[in-house]
């Protein structure tokens, strides 16, 4: 028991750790103080190591992936999400959504407002004109509450709710979400979502890791290998808005239906400050099971991320929005393209696009989605 000590430790102090001491066939969940925040009680840290020595931390607050263990192809195990080593970091007003779950509404919605059952709604607008992530006080601003952790050698899992009153950031309903974040012995994040409301909301709910299979002190991503199973975009206005069309990518910088490079059309890519940011359109999951979205492979590791998902559409972001002023992991300086996103949710801008798949929740019904981060190495 003598290393848990020391993690304990480290952690009381602000200091980091390496899963290093994690050793291989020794599975578990340790709980880890993080922290007090500005508001709200104490933050909680989960470090899941499973069978292989692959760990992920996940906190209480936000619901966030702080870090995320996985080995390359000489089976040396480096961090490959970017983040923060403190919860300051997270509370900053210049965290860009690190590793967060976000919601009540995933992406954006048009000028703030959307209308359901014949009764206009308002949202903050933080994002510009319209409204980014659940608002100025979203869920990846929240402290959760832990209702359990544990599992045995196929996997070890913690789980967190939120209850999200009647009006908060300007949503109806009181909602009611849970994730659940299962790291498998098959080297998977694997997380599950659940959701029920009182009054009819909207809600799209997703992680926002940003990775990089290099290791998060790694430049930058353009040189990822990625592939995406859609064949299709929803194309926005300027401020992000998509414009209700759906679109082909053939032809187009943002075809990854075969391996490329994020950096090998990235310049081709309009819009200031220039890069990925778009929902692509995945096919339907059949009987609710996690479908193939996308695989990204890092050459110079051989890191391979698999992903797949239930929900019906993948935001692919590109860290366009990274400039250098953000510090995180080991003091890192993060910037342009220093990590990219792969977003599980339904299409931006839902509320107010009759033609997408709704988000609308009603009372008896249950919000659920499955997203998978599968990695190996090659």
């Known amino acids: 028991m003598r290393w848990l000590i020391g993690i304990g ?13 994690f050793a291989q066939g020794k599975s578990g969940v340790v709980k880890l103080p993080f922290g007090k925040p500005k508001e709200g009680k104490d933050v909680d840290l989960f470090v899941l190591t499973n069978k292989n020595g692959m760990t992920a931390r996940v906190m209480t607050y936000g619901a966030t992936l702080t870090e995320l263990w996985a080995p390359d192809r000489e089976g040396k195990l480096a961090n490959v999400t970017l983040g923060f080593d403190t919860l300051k970091g997270y509370e900053g007003k210049d965290n860009p959504f690190f590793g967060c779950i976000v919601g009540r509404y995933a992406n954006r919605i048009a000028k703030g407002k959307f209308t359901l059952d014949g009764k206009e709604y308002t949202l903050a607008t933080n994002n510009g004109k319209n409204s980014l992530h659940g608002g100025n006080k979203g869920f990846d601003k929240r402290v959760w509450d832990e209702l359990g952790q544990g599992g045995g050698p196929e996997g070890v899992y913690v789980r967190f709710r939120y209850v999200s009153p009647d009006g908060e950031e300007g949503y109806p309903g ?6 659940t974040y299962t790291l498998t012995a098959d080297n998977e994040l694997r997380i599950d979502y659940k959701a029920t409301t009182d009054k009819a909301t909207v809600v799209n709910l997703t992680n926002h890791a940003y990775f990089n299979l290099g290791g998060s002190e790694t430049s930058d991503i353009l040189g990822h290998e990625l592939t995406l199973m859609s064949s299709k975009i929803t194309p926005t206005d300027d401020s992000l808005i998509p414009t209700g069309k759906i679109e082909p990518v053939k032809g187009t910088p943002f075809d990854f239906t075969r ?14 400050p220039g890069g990925y940011d778009i929902n692509y359109v995945l096919e339907p999951a059949k009987d609710g099971k996690p479908k193939p979205a996308a695989v990204v492979r890092e050459p110079k590791s051989g890191r391979v991320m698999e992903m797949l998902t239930t929900e019906p559409g993948v935001q692919l972001y590109s860290g366009n929005f990274l400039d250098g002023t953000v510090k995180g992991h080991n003091g890192t300086v993060y910037k342009k393209h220093a990590g990219f996103c792969l977003e599980a949710q339904h299409y931006p801008d839902s509320p107010n696009q009759k033609d997408f798949p709704s988000t609308v929740l009603r009372p008896g019904q249950e919000y659920r989605q499955t997203t998978i981060y599968r990695f190996s190495a090659k």
């Open 174 to 179: 009181t909602l009611t979400a849970t994730v």
């Open 259 to 272: 391996p490329m490079t994020i950096g090998s059309r990235i310049k081709e890519v309009k819009g200031d």
């Open 9 to 21: 430790a480290a952690a009381l102090l602000g200091l980091t750790f390496t899963p290093a001491v």
